[in-house]
């Protein structure tokens, strides 16, 4: 079965050492989003990318960055972590020309 | 300040009661999904909702999409502790950018 996962789960890292988080989909969707969820906030949108060598910034997209190399990874990646961005992360992808997103289980970073 | 806001935004029941959230927004979207999520996991789609005035049912789920297509509900009737979750709505504008509420979260005790 097609499916979306994220690695790693849980996170522990310190301030402004750079950390990477995977996301990878089997589904074949072009469009794959991030997302971070904070309590209060929801979910918002880090960046997205609606097919190889296509990245956009979404909402909150500082001090974050992501690449496509592939159609099946879109990996995100704190060039230098802080202690705001201490969240769970959430990995999606989306077929084009559909509404319905497929989310990952989440990442949870903490950053000390 | 959030696009979508959604009330009440915590809600503790006992099983077998009814209940309905609300997901409210001054803008316009063409399409709007209401999601369920669960601890340590992401959320999974559980409605869209396209033309205004919309009313879907998905076993004891009742959703409506609002006339002008700004605000939508989410009513359930005979909660059981298996709907106990955190209901987040989306909104999709027509370029398909989506924006999310800050959730309400349910708690059904048996």
């Known amino acids: 079965d097609a499916e979306i996962t994220q690695s790693p789960r849980h996170k522990i890292t310190e301030t402004g050492r750079q950390v990477t988080l995977a996301c990878h989909q089997t589904?074949?969707?072009?469009?794959m989003f991030w997302y971070r969820q904070d309590l209060g906030h929801g979910l918002r949108l880090i960046h997205y990318s609606y097919g190889v060598q296509d990245t956009n910034k979404g909402e909150v997209s500082d001090g974050y960055s992501v690449s496509r190399s592939n159609t099946e990874d879109l990996p995100l990646t704190l060039e230098s972590a802080a202690s705001s961005q201490t969240s769970v992360y959430f990995c999606?992808?989306?077929?084009?020309?559909?509404?319905?997103?497929?989310f990952g289980p989440g990442t949870r970073l903490t950053v000390l | 300040t959030q696009l979508l806001e959604q009330s009440p935004q915590f809600l503790s029941i006992q099983e077998g009661e009814n209940l309905t959230v609300y997901c409210n927004s001054s803008?316009?979207?063409?399409?709007l999904q209401w999601y369920r999520q669960e601890p340590g996991e992401g959320p999974v789609l559980l409605v869209t909702?396209?033309?205004?005035?919309e009313v879907k049912k998905l076993k004891r789920l009742t959703f409506q999409f609002g006339d002008a297509r700004k605000d939508s509900s989410l009513h359930i009737t005979a909660a059981q502790p298996g709907d106990t979750g955190l209901y987040l709505c989306?909104?999709?504008?027509?370029?398909?950018?989506?924006?999310f509420g800050a959730g309400t979260r349910l708690t059904v005790k048996p």
């Open positions: 909702v396209v033309t205004g005035g």
């Open positions: 989306a909104g999709a504008s027509n370029n398909n950018d989506m924006r």
């Open positions: 999606a992808s989306r077929a084009g020309g559909s509404s319905e997103q497929f």
């Open positions: 803008s316009v979207f063409s399409s």
């Open positions: 589904w074949n969707h072009n469009n």
